[in-house]
Each structure stands twice: as C-alpha cells, then as structure tokens.
C-alpha cells in the first residue's frame, strides 16, 4: 500500500478533489492511522474559501477532527494514561507542541506554543503528506498524545471531541465552578454550543439560556439541556435580545457568558453579563476589530483556544459517561461519503446541519 484517497483542496472556493496521496514512512514513535470518521468544522468551510493566515498554501487535505484506528507504530507508544497501544485500537489524538518552551513549561499553554502543529492547513504534496483528516489514512507525529475511545462513544462524536468539544472542556476548566444559582447565556448553536450546552447542564446551572440560528439547531441545543432560547433570525434587533435576557435574570443579567458564535458577538454578549459576571468567548471566527460599548464592572474575562492534551481526553470521558443523559448522536445530523465533501461542506456553510461527518466504513 502506497497511497490512499484524500479530499484535496486545490482552489478557494472550488470543489474539492479526491486524490492519491503517498503514505509516509513512519519516523521512530510515529503512528499511520485508518481513519474511520472525520467531522467538519467551521473552520474547514473557511479554510475552503480562503487561506485562514496561518500558513495555508495549497492544496492541502481539508479536515482536522480524526477518529481510527492504529494501523502501523514505529516503535513502542502509550495512551496519555500511561496503558500500551497497538495496531487496532481505535483513538484520537493530540495536536504537537514542543514541551519545553515558555508556553509549555511554564504558562502551562501549549496551545499557542510557537512550536505547535495541528491539522487540515498542511501540504499534501509535501512529506508527511497524510496530515488533514478527510482521508483514508493519517499520519501522527510523534509528540502527539494518544487517547483511547472507549466502545460506548461512536467514531463520529469521537471525531468530534478532537475540536469542538476539547475546546469546550477547555473553555470550561478556565471558568471554573458552575455554581447552583447561576445563569449560563449561551451565544451560539452549533455544534460548540450544544456541547457547551451540556457541560453548563451538567456542571450545576440554574438555567442556561442559547441565542442562535437557524430553528433545526436550536430543536436539538433544547434536548442538549437548554431552557429557553432566542432565535436570531426572528428577534433581529440586539435590544431586544439584551431584554430578553434580562428578564430571565431579574434584571441582571447572565452570571456566565459563553461566546461560540463568532468574535463579533463580544460586544453583544458583554450587554448581556451581569456586573462581576464572567465572560468566555470559544474559538469561533477568528481575529476582529471589536467596538465593546459596555464593560461589566469586576468581570473576569478568557479568550480559549484549541486546548490541551488532557481536554481531549475530558472530551471523551464526558461523552462515555453522559452518554445517557443526552443524546450526542443527535449533533451528528448527517453522514457523507468520502466522494460527497463537497455536499458536506456546504451543508456546513449554509448551516443545514450542526454537524457532519465524513464515514469511511
């Protein structure tokens, strides 16, 4: 076996082709993977439309959230928990960073690590080749950390837990306890949000309350645990949205606001946080120039990104043991084929599904 079948973006905005890319050589402790399934991100559909500045240059195998199985180890590995791998187990694993810089050793922030990789932006005509996960195979490098899934979560919500829901996790353990009196606001509804959703129901919230679009995403964030929400397409005027918020607050408003929507919902959801309240804004569109016409008294505020090894393991914890409690699967709207990404990419972009996922079996 020298190659295998990858969606390869070779244009903006053109459609995506499937090509044959080599598999690599494994360096010693490196691993190749057969991948079982991909889920898209946000993040695939403007990488799709343009270069994102972190180094794009095409073309380049679109897709960063993997689920598979070990197919090939040079040498001996662990899981993260310290228990041996091998050939058929079926994992996810996570991004490069260095160790032993600033941000690794002493901020405890490997994910800006000036040494860090991640997926879906690298060449594909370039060695490792295999780096993107909408692919038959994948290459993992070395440094990367293993974590094992267990049978009770599905590849596809495993997949997912490779982005949206480590970032969660992430966001999450920077905020600290919910506690029982509190309000969560949620800004946003796809997929970051009805993960988010759930954790804020697990973690103790009073009541957690979601602004976002379109009506099919908002029907699955309420069996995700939401109490009430606001669709943005039917309430146009962000006034009328901060009143809404208000009224379930007492006047006050949220105690906790998590943006996953895009950065130009800061400043909307700042008038939407109660003074001393905390404000989280997830991932989710990228740098922008934001006119804040409000700033809580004593707020405390965290930017998250990405995260660290061991949210992707919380990731897959909580997703094995709550997995009776809500229904995950239900963020999986739809299956493709790996010859139907382009389908998949604009069911994304026109926000038809909250989450795909490409299935190689």
């Not at 899981?79 to 405890?108: E, N």
Request: hydrophobic letters at 40%; glycine letters at 8%; a neutral charge.
């Amino acid at each position: 076996m020298n190659d295998c079948r990858a969606a390869v973006i070779t244009a903006h905005n053109q459609p995506l082709e499937i090509q044959r890319v080599p598999i690599p050589e494994l360096e010693p402790g490196a691993l190749l993977v057969r991948i079982e399934a991909s889920t898209l991100c946000g993040t695939d559909v403007h990488r799709w439309h343009g270069p994102l500045g972190d180094g794009d240059t095409l073309p380049i195998i679109t897709g960063h959230e993997p689920c598979g199985y070990i197919e090939k180890i040079n040498g001996e590995r662990t899981d993260i928990l310290g228990s041996p791998v091998k050939p058929g187990d079926r994992i996810v694993w996570s991004y490069v960073s260095c160790g032993s810089c600033y941000y690794c050793s002493v901020a405890l922030q490997p994910c800006i690590c000036p040494g860090r990789a991640s997926w879906g932006h690298n060449r594909s005509d370039r060695y490792p080749y295999l780096l993107g996960s909408c692919s038959e195979y994948m290459y993992v490098p070395p440094p990367c950390l293993i974590v094992k899934v267990p049978q009770a979560v599905s590849s596809a919500s495993a997949a997912a837990s490779a982005c949206a829901y480590r970032t969660v996790m992430h966001g999450f353990d920077r905020l600290g306890a919910v506690k029982s009196h509190e309000t969560v606001l949620i800004q946003g509804s796809g997929p970051l949000g009805n993960f988010a959703t759930a954790v804020a129901r697990d973690h103790g919230a009073k009541q957690v309350l979601v602004i976002g679009a379109p009506a099919a995403r908002l029907e699955v964030i309420r069996r995700m645990g939401a109490d009430a929400v606001l669709n943005l397409e039917e309430v146009t005027d962000a006034k009328a949205r901060q009143k809404w918020v208000h009224d379930h607050t007492d006047g006050r408003g949220a105690d906790v606001v998590i943006q996953v929507a895009n950065n130009m919902a800061v400043a909307e959801g700042l008038t939407m946080l109660r003074d001393g309240g905390r404000f989280v804004s997830i991932g989710a569109g990228g740098k922008a120039n934001v006119e804040v016409n409000r700033l809580p008294q004593e707020m405390i505020f965290h930017t998250i990104r990405s995260g660290e090894p061991r949210h992707w393991l919380q990731a897959i914890d909580f997703l094995a043991s709550r997995k009776n409690k809500f229904p995950f699967e239900e963020m999986i709207t739809a299956s493709y084929k790996l010859e139907q990404v382009n389908d998949a990419l604009k069911a994304m972009a026109s926000y038809q599904v909250v989450k795909a996922v490409i299935q190689f079996q």
